[in-house]
């Protein structure tokens, strides 16, 4: 003969699965926020090479110290792009305002959107590396056969002879990785080419 379970077991099992949904939950929540999250504390720390952004550049400059900033740029695969910089690299001194210039030249035969992320290189530059204007994370639309001239705004802050731990950062790499947009060409074939492309 059977025993009913007792109430007490009941409440048991009851706030065990209850538990249970509850740590999915919190799991789910957590993945779902990582990616906007771990942004901002990359943004906020520089944590990974990270930039920083200005809105207005420092009023001094460091003059008995030169930094070396290094122009990289990378195309994704499924991007038949070229993208490169027009300058292999710019010396500056901490403060200082300078501007360099990407070119991208859509390759195919059809138009596509691409975008283009970031980083630097040491990473413990990322907090002292301010950009004032930037093409990163802006959809370029290209047609086909179109290019576009890409400008980067940017300092070295003064702070970073400030920071023994920064002593030793004589050069700094830019690099720039364009990848083809979501939506990629059906999304391009409806939207208007902007001002700034030409054709090759």
Known sequence: MSRKPQPRARRGKGATVLGLFA?????????????????????????NGTTQRAAAAPDN??????????????????????????QASVKIHPGETA???????????????GT????????????YFDKLQC?????????????????????VDPDIVKNPNSADVDTITL?????????????ARTAVLPATASAN
């Open 61 to 86: 400059i460091v003059k008995d110290r030169v930094i070396t900033v290094r122009l990289n740029a990378d195309v994704a695969p499924g991007l038949d792009w070229e993208f490169r910089p027009e």
């Open 135 to 155: 093409f990163c994370f802006t959809e370029q639309h290209l047609g086909p056969g179109q290019s576009a001239d890409l400008a980067v705004q940017f300092f």
């Open 23 to 47: 740590i999915i939950g919190a799991m789910s929540a957590l993945v779902a926020f990582s990616v906007p999250l771990y942004r901002l504390f990359c943004a906020a720390t520089g944590y």
């Open 175 to 187: 690099s720039y990785t364009m990848f083809r947009a979501r939506g990629g060409a059906a999304a």
């Open 99 to 113: 501007v360099v210039h990407y070119r991208a030249a859509n390759f195919s035969k059809q138009a596509e959107i």
């Open 116 to 127: 283009a992320t970031f980083n630097v290189t040491p990473d413990k530059a990322g907090p």
